[in-house]
């Protein structure tokens, strides 16, 4: 019944590592997000796909490869993983780009050791 | 200066306390939101607005286009409502979303 899943929940791992957050949602949703909330709380926007196409992509190093099989997915792949990298990463899905609400996923928390 | 400003940082109150927690904005925006986030760290989405005012039980989101500016209240507080409340708008050029820093709201028994 989960609207937004992401998997793993929790995710601990050492530098230099490669690593994949799955998100997938069952809302029928044409577009969806990655977010990175930081130490202080505050929510950046990573990535946007709709309908499969990247329409956002902010300053975000090109370790960070989104990949969208189909509508329903938007997975996160991390290369080389830094330190800096540990943080909650959200996903969310809006029924379309323009003035919708966001449903967001429970988080993975990325702790990179 | 933030895109996004919201007031209080913190706020402690009560229980059965009226809260109020208010965001303003400088950019042209589609839609505010306002989300929630528990201890945990899940985020509810609580509401999405473009004009007027929308209530949701306890809940009540207001916002004024013109002086850009929304206010989140919650009548008759528990401590179940404690959480971060964030304020966030849909930028009318590109719909990006932008991001307030959060208000941390305890409310005590």
């Known amino acids: 019944d989960t609207a937004v899943s992401q998997t793993p929940k929790y995710l601990v791992t050492q530098m230099g590592n490669d690593k994949s957050i799955k998100c997938e949602q069952n809302?029928?949703?044409?577009?969806m997000y990655w977010y990175k909330q930081d130490s202080k709380k505050f929510l950046k926007i990573m990535f946007s796909?709709?309908?499969?196409?990247?329409?956002i992509n902010e300053t975000v190093p090109n370790r960070f490869s989104p990949k969208s099989p189909d509508k329903a997915h938007l997975n996160l792949h991390i290369n080389s993983l830094e330190l800096g990298d540990s943080a909650v990463y959200f996903c969310a899905s809006s029924p379309s780009t323009s003035g919708n609400e966001q449903f967001f996923g429970p988080g993975t928390r990325l702790t990179v050791l | 200066k933030n895109e996004v400003e919201q007031s209080p940082q913190n706020l402690t109150a009560q229980e059965g306390e009226f809260i109020t927690i208010n965001c303003s904005y400088s950019?042209?925006?589609?839609?505010l939101h306002w989300l929630q986030q528990h201890p945990g760290g899940g985020i509810v989405s609580l509401f999405m607005l473009s004009s007027g005012k929308k209530k949701h039980g306890r809940l009540i989101a207001t916002i004024n286009i013109q002086e850009k500016h929304s206010s989140l209240h919650i009548t008759a507080s528990h401590p179940r409502d404690s959480a971060v409340y964030i304020c966030a708008v849909l930028m009318d050029s590109n719909y990006q979303l932008i991001w307030g820093a959060g208000t941390k709201l305890i409310i005590k028994p």
């Open positions: 950019v042209g925006i589609s839609a």
């Open positions: 796909y709709n309908n499969k196409e990247l329409i």
């Open positions: 809302l029928g949703h044409d577009t």
